[in-house]
Structure formats: structure tokens, C-alpha cells
């Protein structure tokens, strides 16, 4: 039922017993005030920029750690402030709807491209988590599949569209720039690489009343190529950093970027995807919106010939994106939430 919606009941004065987890099991972030993390700025030269994004997916690879800290933050990069504005305008808006006009989107039915669902994300242990979300799915080029995302607000369908568009360019963008980085020939990640259904992820975290017994989101990787987070306002975003949990602190107007686990297989390990988490607060709703750039179902991925030598071995299976990603729901669903298996080892790692 829609109306089982945390942003559609009545504000909670208690956790409900199935949203929270015993204390000790929800380490807390790092005491420090949340950090702002390094920016990569989009308008310094092409090699800088380079050089910059590949510090950062090495930072916590095979590398010695610096203070720089991945997933971070990326201005001017192509998408208008006013853009990410009305976007997140638009996403809050569509949660403040009244419930009968969000009736025909709810569904618990995976299968379903576009749906809002909430609460229990992965597995059947029937613990929750404190999060609404809106799934959309966009094809590239840009087709009908945008007909049947909301109607509501007015102006929705066409602010996410644009939104979607512009943002996928920016995440194109990146990868073609890595590829530059790493040595890659230049279209590396076009076609079935990048080719499936552009994923939106409108994540919202309504107050919970008590943020230490709850979890927006459990610690996970990303499945995909890249993500790219707009976090919104609201702090609330944690990366695993050295064995702590780091708060990042959003930036007005940047996208935060993190690289997805398929990118770590295609890399051989030398960009790594790391494992983040979102935390819940007393005070303010938040809304965040994820985009995720991710292979099609049948294509092959696995390690590319540059990255492996007699010094460098395979450390991951070739594998189609489907296969994968059967083995990492399969994985999820039969582990405890906060000991979520995200990093490869069960699937594709050798
Ligand atoms: C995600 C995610 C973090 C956030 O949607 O995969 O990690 O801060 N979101 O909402
Ligand atoms: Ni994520």
C-alpha cells in the first residue's frame, strides 16, 4: 500500500520496530564536523582534470592514501546551477504531493522500470530502512520511456528529462576523460559498456526520530559504471574512508561522483569502488537524486587488456552485466543488511 510511505504516515514519534537495528551494530561517523571534499573543477585543462579524477579513484587503491578522499565533488561541470535547482525543486515537490496522486506509482514489483517504493531495499530479513524512493528509468537517445514518469508536479517529466540528459553528458564526459588518464583508447566506455537504461534514484530520507537506530540507506558499492550523486542540501551521505565513516558535507551546485563496481573489474582494481551509506536526521527531510550510468544486461565485462601483465594478473572474472547482477541481489539478499557483501568477492573477484 502507498499510504506504508514514511513520507505519507503521520510523523513518527518512535522507530517502528522494523526500521530499527540494535545501536552497536550502526557504527557512528567520524566525530570530526563533516568534511568538504577535494573538487575537481571542470573548467581547469583537460589534464588537470585528468590527473585529478585519477588520484582520486587510486586514493584507496594500490596507492599510498593522501588527504584526498573519493567520491568527490565536481563544479562546473556542464549542468546548469539553475537545472540542478529545479530539479531538486521539482523531487521535493513530488514528495510534499498529496498521496492519491503517487497511488498508480507505488509498487514493490522489482521488475517495474518506473515505480516508487519504499523502506525495505535489499532482502528478505525484514529490516527497513528510513527512505522513500522514486526509480526511473531513461533509454539513450532519449525516447518515450519518459511518458510514463509522473505527471505531477507540471513541470516534472520535463525538468528530470533535461536533468537526465545533461547529467549523463557529464558522466560521459568523465569516463572519456579517464580513459585519458588510464591510457584507454578514447570511446572505451561507449556503446554496450554504457548502453543500458540511464537509472534515477530519487532518494527521500523524511526526519526520523531517532537517526541512531536507523539507516537511509546500509553500507553498499554501486553496481554500475558511475554514479553521480546530486546530494541535495541535507547532509546526510557517509563514505568508508581508512575504516571510519567520513560525513560529507555537500557542496551547493556539485555533483558528487563515485565509481560503480564495474569499473573497478574493468580497471583491474585500480580505480575502486568504494562503500557509502546514508544516514538519517531529527530535523529536516532530505532529497537526494542519484543517476547510474550502467552496462546492458548482455554485455561482457571484465578486465581490459591494458590493465593486465605478467606483474598485474586478472583479479576478476569476464562475466556478462545480467550475470552479475543476478549474483549481487542474490548476495544481498542472503546477508545480514549491515554486513552487506557488495565488493566483488562472491561474484567476480578471482
Ligand atoms: C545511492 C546512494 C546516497 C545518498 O542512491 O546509491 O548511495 O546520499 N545514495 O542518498
Ligand atoms: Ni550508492
Given at each position: 500500500m502507498a499510504n506504508n510511505m514514511l513520507h505519507l504516515t503521520p510523523p513518527h514519534r518512535e522507530v517502528p520496530g522494523c526500521y530499527?537495528?540494535?545501536?552497536?551494530?550502526?557504527?557512528?561517523?567520524?566525530?570530526?564536523?563533516?568534511v568538504s571534499l577535494p573538487v575537481v573543477d571542470m573548467s581547469r585543462s583537460r589534464d588537470e582534470v585528468c590527473r585529478a579524477i585519477l588520484d582520486a579513484g587510486k586514493e584507496m587503491g594500490f596507492f599510498q592514501a593522501s588527504h584526498i578522499v573519493e567520491p568527490r565533488p565536481v563544479v562546473n561541470?556542464?549542468?546548469?546551477d539553475r537545472v540542478m535547482r529545479d530539479m531538486e525543486s521539482v523531487c521535493v515537490e513530488f514528495f510534499r504531493l498529496p498521496a492519491a496522486d503517487k497511488a498508480a506509482l507505488y509498487s514493490e514489483d522489482p521488475r517495474k522500470t518506473n515505480r516508487l517504493f519504499c523502506g525495505?531495499?535489499?532482502?528478505?530479513?525484514g529490516e527497513k530502512y528510513w527512505r522513500d524512493c522514486l526509480r526511473l528509468a531513461c533509454t539513450f537517445p532519449v525516447d518515450k520511456s519518459t511518458e510514463d514518469w509522473p505527471g505531477k508536479p507540471k513541470r516534472f517529466r520535463e525538468v528530470a528529462e533535461r536533468f537526465t540528459v545533461l547529467t549523463r553528458g557529464l558522466g560521459m564526459e568523465l569516463l572519456r576523460l579517464l580513459c585519458q588518464s588510464l591510457e584507454l583508447r578514447p570511446d572505451y566506455f561507449e556503446g554496450d559498456l554504457s548502453g543500458n537504461d540511464v537509472i534515477l534514484h530519487v532518494n527521500h530520507y523524511p526526519p526520523c526520530p531517532d537517526p541512531s537506530v536507523t539507516l537511509g540507506l546500509p553500507p553498499h558499492c554501486d553496481r554500475g559504471l558511475i554514479t553521480l550523486l546530486h546530494p541535495g542540501t541535507v547532509p546526510g551521505l557517509e563514505i568508508a574512508y581508512k575504516g571510519n565513516w567520513i560525513k560529507v558535507e555537500p557542496l551547493p551546485n556539485a555533483f558528487i561522483v563515485n565509481f560503480g563496481l564495474q569499473l573497478e573489474v574493468v580497471t583491474n582494481g585500480l580505480l575502486k569502488s568504494i562503500e557509502h551509506r546514508a544516514m538519517t536526521n531529527v530535523a529536516r527531510a532530505r532529497t537526494s537524486v542519484a543517476t547510474f550510468i550502467m552496462p546492458t544486461q548482455a554485455c561482457l565485462v571484465g578486465p581490459a587488456e591494458e590493465f593486465l601483465s605478467e606483474d598485474n594478473p586478472r583479479r576478476y572474472r569476464t562475466m556478462t552485466y545480467g550475470e552479475f547482477s543476478r549474483g549481487y541481489t542474490a548476495v544481498n539478499m542472503g546477508s545480514s543488511p549491515l554486513h552487506i557483501n557488495t565488493d566483488l568477492k562472491n561474484i567476480q573477484k578471482i
Open positions: 530499527a537495528f540494535p545501536a552497536e551494530k550502526i557504527p557512528p561517523g567520524t566525530s570530526a564536523a563533516a561541470h556542464g549542468v546548469p525495505a531495499l535489499y532482502g528478505n530479513s
